[in-house]
């Protein structure tokens, strides 16, 4: 998948303009809250319940490689083979060997961020396999070539006589209709086919279980579950990060992601593999391979202040708690992450100069923090990037701001250390300030600060601040000079 | 490759500065717990309705295959695959299908994995299978998947007829993993959690029911399963 972060700024004004975009933000938001509220009550403590599932996902990511050599070792015993990958390419050409060693041609895909980030489908298509992603969502953006609109929803946004119109060119059905249902309908019979057919299945992974090698998938449409049952060989591709130490975490957990997902107390489906099947069954796979991925992720891992954003479990409550998502919706972000979640990993993963607007646009309001059931706190991570950023820090690849403003902040530092340089300053600044002021108001300036007063304008600048004329009342009223 | 990459990212990870492992917050037990032999079974089946599903109730044996064949008729059933499993098996599917009409196939007809494929993808109009549990809480069948319980029965056929014995009925989803899991060496290679039927709200958040999977889940509550 192509990186348009660096777009952020022209795609989100493209996207306000969007009036599909606006009306389903507002919509989906609110229905989802309303079942979030009602799911989330069914917990005796809803907030202990959310403690404990923030401390869950804290002692995952602490225990990182303790963890992950427990789970290998159960995994491995279950009789799954576990795979280990650097990057994108050694994951990508990995599971192109698995599938050209198995003579594979037909591929299905269960919905997984992961390859997106790898962009998997790509590799796979140009060696010349059919790959079919099947999550109704997934489907219709791979056939779009577009990047998800939402982790949960990647094409809810798309007008249904887009999608009519994609599903006739692509001969997905052959009469028009309007009706999702009907189009819905139409992806079933198509993907059906692959299903019966398929030679491989390529899946990711919720959850990962330490304690018993075991990988869970979570979803309501049943392609997961076909996509797993049908072939002889199932691929299950997971981050790092997805490992929990216990199978009872693990239904914790599962409780946190379906209830702030989709407000649901469970997706339809909840599929767990310990390994492939045993050998006397007529479906499921014969083989499993199960790939952890790093990504760069071992890398930010170093640095404690950054480590909490592994705790992350997609369950995109984030997004829906966010303004500025709630506005402009997944597009801008440009990645397979977006909404907060990806505003905290996208520019550890792309590196801080390329993503300079996803850790700047946010009002600070705390409402992905307060919602988080994994415990991140995402403006606290975008303040470190900002730092990071103007630092220029090498790790980060921050960009370092302009000899200009850097001097600019030397000097203004240095004026506010001492009182009377301060006051000084003052003195000097405000005629200098309301030789811009029209009507009251300074509504505009030419030069560096142009841009803030795009949105914004500021009052003029009394003739005398405050303290001075406390000052001289001070002394009027006491007859004495005052101490300053 | 693969052996240095795991070296090289386990060290990576290792080598970083260690922080302390939060404690976790002590949470009320849930209230699924307290329920009752009778409230669990209530709660289900509220549940299973609140999803979507169908649900009826059966005394026996007998009168569980009698709701089958009202189920058939008013569907117009003609052709059905039913699992192996211990629960299916009280029922004798093969004599009450020859009665109603009704062709059952079973695992076994499919020879190999090809053959069972296209009878469920491409013959049944159903799929009947037992539960090894079912999870009060959310409405949740649990099945373990075996050469008796193969995993397409419940899920390629447009309709899941799943018959549920409530002795077999648990609050909670711990209930079940904690014994599944006890032993990992025992445990199953593959389960299920089903909650009502295959769904979407993809296109324009318009949910529809049926997109892969079963359209509908019937689900027959027995009280008295024959041993």
């Known amino acids: ?484 | 490759m693969s052996k240095k990459a795991k070296d090289e990212i386990l060290d990576k990870l290792k080598a970083a500065p260690q922080t302390d492992v939060p404690p976790r917050p002590t949470v009320p037990p849930l209230n699924e717990l307290a329920w009752n032999r009778e409230e669990r079974i209530e709660k289900l089946a509220e549940n299973l309705t609140l999803l979507g599903c169908a649900v009826h109730r059966a005394r026996d044996a007998e009168e569980t295959v009698n709701k089958m064949t009202e189920i058939a008729r008013a569907e117009g059933l003609t052709k059905i695959i039913a699992s192996e499993d211990d629960v299916v098996a009280t029922l004798n599917l093969a004599e009450w299908g020859k009665s109603n009409n009704i062709e059952v196939f079973t695992p076994r007809d499919g020879h190999d994995r090809e053959a069972f494929k296209r009878i469920v993808f491409e013959e049944v109009q159903a799929g009947v299978t037992g539960v090894d549990f079912a999870v009060a809480e959310s409405g949740t069948l649990c099945l373990i998947h075996d050469e008796r319980q193969p995993r397409l029965v419940s899920l390629a056929p447009i309709r899941h007829i799943a018959i549920v014995p409530v002795e077999r009925i648990h609050p909670i989803y711990e209930s079940v993993t904690d014994t599944l899991f006890e032993n990992r060496e025992k445990a199953p290679s593959h389960i299920t959690f089903i909650s009502g039927p295959s769904m979407t709200a993809d296109i324009q958040g318009s949910l529809f029911k049926g997109m892969h999977g079963p359209k509908t889940v019937t689900v027959i509550l027995v009280e008295q399963t024959a041993t």
């Open chain 1, 1 to 484: 998948m192509k990186v348009k972060s660096e777009q952020f700024r022209e795609v989100a004004i493209e996207e306000l303009k969007t009036r599909h975009t606006r009306s389903h933000l507002d919509v989906i938001g609110l229905f989802i809250s309303e079942m979030r509220r009602a799911s989330m009550g069914t917990f005796p403590d809803p907030s202990a319940a959310l403690e404990l599932g923030r401390a869950i996902r804290a002692e995952s990511i602490e225990r990182l490689p303790e963890l992950l050599e427990e789970f290998e070792r159960n995994a491995t015993a279950n009789g799954a083979v576990v795979h280990w990958a650097r990057d994108a390419d050694e994951a990508n050409a990995l599971i192109l060997r698995i599938a050209q060693e198995r003579n594979v041609r037909l591929v299905t895909k269960g919905k997984s961020m992961v390859t997106e980030e790898t962009g998997l489908n790509d590799v796979l298509i140009e060696n010349g396999l059919e790959v079919f992603e099947t999550d109704l969502g997934e489907f219709i953006i791979q056939l779009l070539g577009r990047p998800p609109f939402h982790i949960q929803g990647p094409a809810l946004n798309i007008p249904v006589q887009e999608i009519c119109d994609l599903f006739m060119e692509k001969g997905i059905m052959n009469e028009p209709t309007l009706d999702p249902v009907e189009l819905g309908h139409a992806a079933r019979v198509f993907l059906r086919n692959k299903f019966h057919h398929v030679d491989m299945a390529i899946t990711g992974v919720n959850f990962a279980v330490a304690q018993t090698g075991t990988i869970i998938n979570v979803e309501n449409e049943g392609n997961i579950r076909l996509t797993k049952s049908s072939p002889r060989t199932q691929v299950s591709v997971m981050t790092l990060e997805k490992v929990v130490p216990t199978m009872q975490d693990a239904m914790h957990m599962l409780r946190l992601l379906c209830r702030n997902c989709t407000g649901q107390k469970i997706a339809s489906y909840v599929s767990m593999d310990s390994g492939p099947n045993k050998g006397r069954e007529v479906d499921g796979p014969r083989e499993l391979f199960i790939v952890i991925l790093d990504n760069g992720r071992s890398s930010f891992y170093r640095d404690p202040e950054v480590r909490e954003i592994l705790r992350c479990i997609r369950c995109g409550v984030c997004m829906l708690e966010c303004p500025v998502y709630g506005k402009i919706g997944g597009y801008p972000y440009g990645w397979a992450y977006s909404g907060p979640m990806g505003q905290v990993l996208n520019p550890l993963m792309l590196g801080l100069e390329r993503t300079q607007d996803l850790y700047r646009a946010c009002t600070f309001c705390g409402g992905c923090k307060t919602a988080c059931p994994a415990g991140i706190d995402h403006p606290q991570k975008f303040l470190y990037y900002r730092a990071k950023d103007v630092e220029g820090d090498p790790r980060y690849k921050g960009k370092r701001r302009p000899w200009t403003e850097s001097s600019f902040m030397g000097i203004f530092t240095w004026v506010t250390k001492r009182r009377w340089r301060w006051n000084l300053g003052i003195k000097a600044a405000r005629p200098f300030l309301n030789r811009h002021v029209e009507q009251g108001f300074i509504r505009g300036m030419k030069g560096p600060v142009e841009g803030w007063f795009k949105s914004r304008d500021f009052p003029a600048m009394a003739e005398k601040t405050f303290h001075d004329r406390m000052q001289e009342r001070g002394s009027r009223e006491s007859g004495e000079p005052s101490r300053s």
